[in-house]
């Protein structure tokens, strides 16, 4: 199952989506029926689970569009088996167990309960049963505890009669951390996109050297001046030049997704060296260093995330600066920054 949930990490649903279905993804992950409809919009016919709770109101809709619920409840059960009845349909559903996310799913001593209500009700089957790691990334003892109590309930619910098409469990960092499992479906996002999700438990060499990045996210310069010691940049005065610089203003801002928090931490490429972001980071457009930059010039490129010459800016290097997740880092890439697609055949 490839997650495609944020508009695809930030990379733009459609087309990684089209790029998916030619490489044959199996089934979809999104969030919500919005993203669900976006695949749909692109190929039809296409598994998608839903990963996010289906609300009360939006059941009808889920049975309409063929989108598989992921079920925590004896009520949504109902609800949706009442819902298909009417519309003439069957519902196949995932159940959730809850090893220790606390966000979604049924408690482990209450999962057969809810499989055997579901065996019950008409126009609704349970063909997955899954469950997700809090922190595979960087808890190894948890994430045993996990996927033991996990193993341990399929093995229950199989012996008693259960059967399912997919038993899952591996997020990206599960698929890294804890691989010999049973399952045979994995949900990874973050791999897919080249990302090494972030924690404390380490990873192979190996794979640090063959995961490339999928994005790399640039702006330009838009104009460069030398300034004088003491001149005051940005909003706020945030900064003042304690010698003469040079300076470049960027077409980049917060509006565009670059966090606010980059300001006094962060850097960007240009002219193939790391240049400090310089006071405030305005809506539409930032301000850096660029003093060991002597040709530059309007119209260069500036690497937010990525390579330039032989320096490169990763989404993790990027989200340390700013305080945050890659994950954060790479979803807040505002809608307004043009996608562009290279080397893929995909729309
Ligand atoms: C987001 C999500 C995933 C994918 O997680 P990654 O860390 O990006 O691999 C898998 N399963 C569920 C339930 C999710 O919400």
Not at 71 to 90: C, G, N, P, Q, Y
Not at 196 to 203: E, K, T, Y
Not at 317 to 338: F, K, M, N, S
Request: aromatic share 6%; hydrophobic share 40%; charged share 20%.
């Amino acid at each position: 199952m490839t997650v495609v949930k944020a508009d695809a990490y930030g990379h733009g649903l459609r087309q990684i989506a089209a790029l998916l279905m030619q490489a044959g993804t199996d089934i979809f992950g999104v969030a919500n029926l919005n993203e669900a409809r976006d695949i749909r919009a692109v190929g039809r016919g296409w598994p998608i689970v839903m990963l996010g709770a289906c609300l009360p109101d939006e059941v009808e809709r889920a049975v309409k569009d063929n989108v598989m619920p992921t079920l925590s409840t004896v009520d949504e059960a109902r609800r949706f088996s009442r819902t298909a009845k009417k519309l003439k349909r069957t519902v196949n559903a995932h159940v959730k167990i809850d090893t220790g996310m606390g966000r979604l799913g049924v408690a482990p001593e209450h999962a057969a309960e809810l499989l055997d209500a579901i065996a019950r009700l008409p126009n609704l089957n349970a063909v997955g049963l899954y469950s997700h790691f809090a922190s595979a990334e960087s808890d190894a003892a948890f994430s045993r505890r996990q996927r033991s109590q996990f193993n341990k309930l399929v093995k229950q619910l199989t012996a008693s009669g259960h059967t399912f098409t997919h038993v899952h469990m591996n997020n990206s960092a599960g698929l890294l951390h804890e691989p010999d499992s049973i399952y045979n479906l994995a949900r990874p996002g973050l791999l897919v996109y080249g990302v090494l999700p972030h924690g404390r438990r380490r990873v192979t060499a190996a794979m640090k050297r063959n995961l490339r990045p999928a994005l790399a996210w640039s702006c330009r310069v838009s104009l460069v001046k030398n300034i004088a010691k003491d001149t005051p940049l940005s909003y706020g005065r945030s900064f003042i030049a304690p010698r003469r610089m040079r300076v470049a203003t960027l077409t980049a801002g917060y509006g565009d997704g670059f966090m606010c928090s980059a300001a006094g931490n962060a850097k960007v490429l240009v002219g193939g060296k790391l240049c400090p972001v310089l006071g405030r980071v305005t809506m539409d457009q930032m301000l850096v260093d660029v003093s060991k930059i002597k040709s530059a010039k309007p119209g260069d490129e500036a690497v937010l995330i990525g390579r330039q010459g032989k320096q490169e800016i990763t989404a993790h290097q990027l989200a340390d600066w700013t305080g945050t997740l890659p994950l954060e880092v790479l979803t807040a890439i505002a809608y307004r920054v043009p996608r562009v697609y290279r080397g893929g055949q995909a729309a």
